[in-house]
């Protein structure tokens, strides 16, 4: 494929390495000198210094012939501006903006169900950009995940699945401790699959004789109900999560106290009520951010929090307040390294869990290197989203864990696919990938499979791959165009 991507920030420079990596031909345009600069030393592709709001600019680059644009910029308004500048005159190339202001998803979505005839007959977007990148929403939703139903864990859900991917660690003289992963079915009766081992740092998929010993992650495919007996067995327990502090209250704090705060909201803040479904679990939640205005408008918004104004390093208001008897804390300011520093902190305290909000998977993983229970990161939400719409129409989904190391991948199997009529058994490749779940075009949820499950064209599969073996993997089940 080949690619255009405006803006060589963090998001664009990760993206051009991953689809440089994936024999891509990239393009990346930049209008900072400086940082153009530093990026084309960096990364094997044509590094243009100029705005890419220019269609002369683009024209340059080959938007003619290339098969995607994708704007990161810092400026929501250039992105979706050069997206629609393109669709006017190359409405063929696919076009991904990440844009952060919900007013621009209301009102397409508003104009897309009022103008929906329209929009079917042309063929068009609305904004010319074929799909939108929230970060806001796709991090606060992860952090949400965490801590449903009471227990802080690091989940990956998947839709239509009562299953989730969590992780846990395992604690000394557990049940867990010393045993070998072929032996620990007889530990349990409950439905599950081992997908991920992360020892001294080294994520791996799963090998029968490895010996799990205390201080190894395991990545485990289960119910959630059934989660207090995999804690148990790896020596740990379900917390009770009934207070909570959130540090704050910005755009994404916000979405997360929407989700979790039993409140009373005004038709003014209609809009955020509708991103998630309603599960309020905390008896007190309270609400800190440093800024005037966004306290005042959290106090305003969540009725029934208590919001303060405060800083949140000041030791006697943590004190004032009795911060450390809290069950969990979440961190959802845009200061990353303050996000870990204060969890930890406040853990130190006596403070049960926390969960943070981070730049990246590296310092997610730094952060439960240290003792947090969940790490969120924000930047690899958004390039996950991307990369899943540039890998083809069979792959619907994508999700990075362990600061890259490994990929979920959900894909459907097409008819060319060498895998259909086959055994899940017969095109095993162990270390390389594992299958997750899956589910038929009829069956309305995916679920664990077997060995003697059979693949066939139309079914959907949830793959967990090495980053090396990625492409191989999307080779083996037809899922590249």
């Known amino acids: 494929m080949k690619i255009i991507i405006i803006g060589a920030g963090f998001t664009g420079t990760q993206l051009a390495k991953l689809l440089v990596n994936g024999k891509n031909d990239v393009v990346l345009i930049e209008n900072n000198e400086e940082l153009a600069r530093h990026v084309s030393s960096r990364i094997d592709c044509e590094v243009i210094t100029a705005n890419g709001n220019n269609l002369s600019v683009l024209e340059d680059a080959g938007i003619a012939t290339a098969d995607a644009l994708i704007c990161v910029t810092s400026s929501d308004e250039v992105n979706m501006i050069t997206c629609s500048l393109v669709d006017s005159v190359y409405p063929d190339v696919l076009k991904i903006a990440r844009v952060r202001n919900y007013s621009y998803y209301s009102e397409t979505a508003d104009a897309s169900k009022k103008h929906a005839e329209t929009i079917k007959e042309k063929h068009r ?8 990148v929230h970060p806001d929403i796709v991090a606060a939703q992860a952090i949400v995940n965490s801590v449903e139903k009471g227990s802080v864990t690091d989940s990956t859900q998947f839709e239509n699945s009562p299953y989730e991917l969590i992780r846990i660690q395992i604690e000394a003289d557990s049940r867990f401790d010393g045993i070998a992963i072929e032996n620990i079915r007889k530990t349990t009766d409950k439905k599950f699959l081992l997908a991920f081992i992360e020892k001294n740092g080294e994520s791996t998929l799963p090998s029968g004789k490895t010996i799990l010993h205390a201080g190894d992650s395991l990545g485990i495919v289960l119910e959630r109900k059934n989660l207090p007996e995999f804690l148990e067995l790896c020596g740990s327990k379900a917390k009770d999560i009934s207070k909570i502090v959130l540090v704050g209250a910005g ?13 009373k909201t005004s038709q003014k803040f209609d809009f955020f009520g509708k991103i998630f479904k309603k599960n309020r679990i905390a008896q007190k939640f309270v609400i800190i951010d440093s800024d005037e205005s966004r306290a005042k408008e959290a106090e305003e918004r969540f009725k029934d929090a208590y919001v303060f104004q405060a800083d949140i390093s000041d030791e006697s208001f943590i004190e004032e307040e009795h911060l450390n008897e809290y069950d969990l804390v979440i961190c959802t300011t845009g200061n990353y390294e303050m996000n870990i520093v204060t969890a930890a902190y406040l853990e130190s305290l006596g403070l049960k869990a926390s969960i943070v909000l981070v730049a990246s998977g590296t310092y997610g993983d730094m952060a439960r290197k240290i003792g947090i229970e969940v790490a969120v990161p924000i930047r690899d939400t958004v390039i996950d989203i991307i990369m899943s719409h540039l890998k083809g ?16 991948v959900e894909i459907t199997i097409l008819e ?40 066939e064209t139309g079914d959907s599969i949830i793959v967990i791959t090495t980053k090396e073996d990625n492409q191989h993997v999307l080779e083996k089940f037809s899922a590249l165009n």
């Open 416 to 455: 060319n696919s060498k895998c259909s009529g086959k055994m899940l058994k017969d095109i095993s490749e162990p270390g390389k990938f594992l299958i997750l779940m899956g589910k038929k075009p009829t069956e309305a949820s995916f679920s664990i499979l077997t060995g003697n499950s059979v693949l």
């Open 251 to 263: 755009r994404i704090g916000t979405l997360v106290a929407e989700k979790l705060i039993h409140k």
């Open 125 to 132: 977007p609305l904004y010319g950009i074929d799909f939108m």
């Open 393 to 408: 129409d069979a792959v619907t989904g994508v999700h990075s864990v362990n600061g890259g190391a490994l990929e979920i």
